[in-house]
C-alpha cells in the first residue's frame, strides 16, 4: 500500500467517530465530514498530488444558479476571499438549484441578491446532508451558519432536521449562540446534539427550551459539555424534568467556572429535585442569573433553595415565581436577604404570599443593601400589605429598592400619597393596579400614546375600528377639498370616537401638521402610511426570528395603549363607533372590522380577537 495511503487511513481512524449520526449504509456521514477515507486509490492518489500543489480555484468550489453572469471578481481574473484548495471542495460539487427551500423562507431574497454565491463549509456540508437525507433545508439555518447567532425558535424542525443541522456544526467555528427553542428536537434530536458538542467546543451559549428533551436527553448533553466546561449560558426550560432528575444539574452547577446563566422554568422539580439544586447552589461562586420558575417548588424543596442561595455569592437575578414558598419559604427568604449581599433581582410572584408572609419577608429587606428589584405579582399581600412594604421601605434608609412589581393589586389612596413622597426623594418605580374607591383610568396610557408617532396612532385607530385610512380620511373632509384643517381632524377623530382627551387630541393633531401650515394633505397621511406599513413588516419579521416581543415594538405599544383607553371607554359608555360607520353611508365606504372586545388583564399579551362584520357594499 502507498505510504500515503496508510497515512491518510490512520489518520481518518485515530479521530473519535460519529457513527451513531449515521442513517443508512448509503449515508456516512462521517465520510461527509472529515473526509472519506473510503475513497478509492485514484481519488486518494489525486489528493495526494494536488495537496503539494499550489492553493487554486475550481468551478465544482462554486455555488452558483442557472443561467446567471460571473460575478465582478471573477471577471476580472482576481480570486475571491473564500478561495480553497481543490482537495476541501471537490467532494462538494453542488448546485442551489438542486435544491428547494422551506416554503416560510419564499419571500426571502437575500439569497438571489448577488450573481454568484460561495458557500462556506458549514453550509455545504448542510445542502449536502439535506440532499442525502431527503429532507428540505431550512434557508434561514443556511444564512446563518456563516454567523454568530443561530436562533430558529417554533421551526419543528424535528429530529430529522436537528440531525442535519448537528452535522453542519461539528466543524463550525462561527456559531457562538445556538437557539433552537420549540423545534420538536426529543431524544433522539439531543443525541444528535450532544454527538456534535463532542467535537464543537466553540458554541458558548445553549438554548433548547420546549423541546421535551427529557432526563435521558438532557443528560446526553450534559455529559459533554460538563468537562470541558465551555457553556456560558444554558436554557433547558419545559424540557420534561421530574423531580429524579434534579440530580443532572448537581455536578454541572457546583464545578462549572465558566457557566453564568441557568434557566430551568416549566419542569416539575418539586420537592426533592428542589433539594437537590438547592444543595449545589451553596456550592457555586460563579452562576449569575437562575431561573427556577414554574416548578412546584414548596416545603423541603422551597426551604432548600433558599438555604443555598444564603451561601451563595454569585447569583445576582433569581426568578422563582410561579412556585409554593408560603410562609416557611418566605421565612428562609428573610435570612437569606439579611446575609445576602450579591442579589439585585429576586421574582416571587404567584407564591401564594399573603400579608402574614410578607410580614416574614420584610424582616429580611428591612437589612438588605443591595436588592434592587422586587416582583410580587400575583400573590394575594392585599391593599393593606402594599402599604405595608411602602411603609417600611420609607423607614428604611440603606434600602436600594428601585422597582416593586405588585402586578395588578388593588392599592388605597394612602398608599399613592406615600408613594408620591417617596418619589421627591427616591428613585423608586412601583408596579400597582386601581386606586381604591377612584376610577382606574389610564393617564398614563394617553399621555404616552401622544409621544408616539400620530401616523402610526391614526393608522392603528383605523385599524381597530375597520376603518381604511382613506374612509377616515374621506369622513372627515367634509368640503372635499382633499385637505384637513386642525379643526376637521379633531372634530372627525372625536366624532369616530377616538379614546382622548381633548387637551391630548389638540397635541396629536399639531403634531400632524409637521410643516405647521395649518392643514394636512391626503400626500402627507399616504406618506405616512407607507411608514407605517414598513414598520409593521419590519415588526412581524422581527417577531418570526422571536428576538423582540409585538409589545417591544412602536406599533405594538401603541396598539396596546388603544386597546387600553378603547376598553376604559366602552366601560363608560362609548358609541363603539357606530356613528363613523353611519358618516361612510354618505361617502360609499365599507367596513370590515369593529373594535374587538377588550382583553382581561391575564390575556393581554395574548393575540388580540377581532370581530368581523359583514361587508357593507354601499
Known amino acids: 500500500m502507498l505510504p500515503f495511503l496508510k497515512r491518510d487511513i490512520k489518520y481518518a481512524e485515530s479521530l473519535p467517530p460519529i457513527i451513531r449520526l449515521k442513517e443508512s449504509p448509503q449515508f456516512d456521514i462521517w465520510n461527509l465530514v472529515k473526509r472519506p477515507h473510503t ?31 460571473e460575478s465582478s471578481v471573477e471577471s476580472a481574473g482576481r480570486n475571491s476571499a473564500l478561495s480553497v484548495t481543490s482537495t476541501d471542495i471537490a467532494l462538494y460539487d453542488l448546485d442551489a438549484d438542486d435544491y428547494d427551500f422551506d416554503a416560510d423562507d419564499e419571500n426571502d431574497t437575500s439569497r438571489h441578491q448577488t450573481p454568484q454565491a460561495v458557500y462556506s463549509h458549514s453550509q455545504m456540508v448542510y445542502l449536502r446532508t439535506c440532499g442525502d437525507m431527503k429532507i428540505i433545508p431550512t434557508n434561514y439555518i443556511l444564512k446563518n451558519l456563516p454567523t454568530d447567532r443561530l436562533v430558529l425558535k417554533h421551526h419543528i424542525l424535528g429530529p430529522r432536521g436537528t440531525k442535519a443541522l448537528a452535522v453542519a456544526l461539528v466543524e463550525n467555528s462561527t456559531v457562538q449562540v445556538l437557539d433552537l427553542g420549540d423545534n420538536g ?31 435521558e436527553g438532557v443528560k446526553a448533553i450534559l455529559d459533554v459539555i460538563k468537562d470541558p466546561d465551555f457553556i456560558r449560558v444554558l436554557d433547558f426550560s419545559g424540557a420534561n424534568l421530574q423531580e429524579s432528575d434534579g440530580h443532572l444539574f448537581t455536578q454541572i452547577i457546583e464545578d462549572s467556572h465558566n457557566l453564568k446563566e441557568l434557566y430551568l422554568s416549566h419542569n416539575s422539580f418539586r420537592e426533592v429535585g428542589g433539594e437537590l439544586i438547592g444543595d449545589a447552589i451553596g456550592w457555586n461562586d460563579t452562576l449569575e442569573v437562575l431561573d427556577l420558575s414554574w416548578n412546584h417548588l414548596r416545603l423541603k424543596g422551597a426551604v432548600s433553595i433558599a438555604q443555598g442561595l444564603a451561601i451563595n455569592d454569585g447569583i445576582k437575578v433569581l ?17 437569606v436577604l439579611e446575609k445576602n449581599s450579591t442579589l439585585e433581582e429576586l421574582d416571587i ?15 429580611g429587606l428591612a437589612k438588605n443593601e443591595t436588592l434592587r428589584v422586587l416582583k410580587l405579582s400575583n400573590n394575594p399581600i392585599t391593599s393593606s400589605g402594599a402599604l405595608y412594604i411602602l411603609n417600611n421601605i420609607k423607614d428604611v434608609t440603606t434600602s436600594a429598592i428601585e422597582e416593586i412589581d405588585l402586578g395588578d393589586q388593588c392599592v388605597e389612596p394612602e398608599f399613592v400619597r406615600v408613594y408620591e413622597e417617596l418619589k ?20 398614563d396610557d394617553e399621555e404616552e400614546l401622544v409621544n408616539e408617532n400620530p401616523v402610526i396612532v391614526l393608522m392603528e385607530f383605523g385599524k381597530l375600528m375597520g376603518l381604511r385610512l ?14 384637513l384643517t386642525r379643526d376637521e381632524i379633531k372634530q372627525g377623530l372625536l366624532e369616530a370616537n377616538i379614546p382622548l382627551t381633548e387637551t391630548c387630541l389638540n397635541k396629536l393633531v399639531h403634531k400632524l401638521d409637521t410643516d405647521g401650515d395649518g392643514e394636512i394633505d391626503y400626500g402627507e397621511l399616504m406618506a405616512g402610511k407607507e411608514i407605517h406599513r ?34 376604559k371607554h366602552r366601560r363608560g359608555g362609548m358609541r363603539s363607533g357606530f356613528s363613523a360607520i353611519a358618516d361612510l353611508k354618505k361617502i360609499g365606504g365599507k367596513v370590515v372590522e369593529t373594535i374587538p372586545t377588550p382583553p382581561k388583564a391575564s390575556e393581554r399579551r395574548k393575540s388580540i380577537s377581532v370581530k368581523h362584520l359583514t361587508q357593507l357594499d354601499i
Open 39 to 69: 475513497a478509492n486509490p485514484y481519488q486518494l492518489t489525486a489528493k495526494y498530488r494536488v495537496s503539494n500543489g499550489p492553493t487554486r480555484r475550481i468551478k465544482s468550489g462554486i455555488i452558483r444558479r442557472k443561467r446567471r453572469n
Open 185 to 215: 428536537i426529543g431524544l433522539q434530536g439531543a443525541t444528535y446534539l450532544a454527538e456534535m458538542l463532542e467535537e464543537n467546543n466553540f458554541i458558548t451559549e445553549l438554548r433548547l427550551a420546549d423541546n421535551f428533551l427529557g432526563g
Open 319 to 335: 426568578n422563582l415565581s410561579w412556585n409554593g414558598f408560603h410562609l416557611g419559604g418566605c421565612k428562609e427568604l428573610a435570612k
Open 349 to 363: 410572584s404567584a407564591n401564594r404570599i399573603s400579608k402574614t408572609c410578607l410580614t416574614e419577608l420584610i424582616k
Open 424 to 443: 421627591e426623594t427616591r428613585n423608586l418605580k412601583i408596579t400597582h393596579g386601581s386606586v381604591l374607591g377612584q376610577d382606574g383610568t389610564s393617564e
Open 470 to 483: 382613506i374612509d377616515l380620511f374621506s369622513m372627515m373632509d367634509k368640503d372635499n377639498s382633499k385637505t
Open 534 to 567: 414598513k414598520k409593521l413588516t419590519q415588526t412581524i419579521m422581527q417577531s418570526r426570528d422571536q428576538q423582540l416581543l409585538m409589545e417591544e415594538t412602536e406599533v405594538g405599544r401603541v396598539r396596546q395603549r388603544l386597546l387600553n383607553l378603547t376598553a
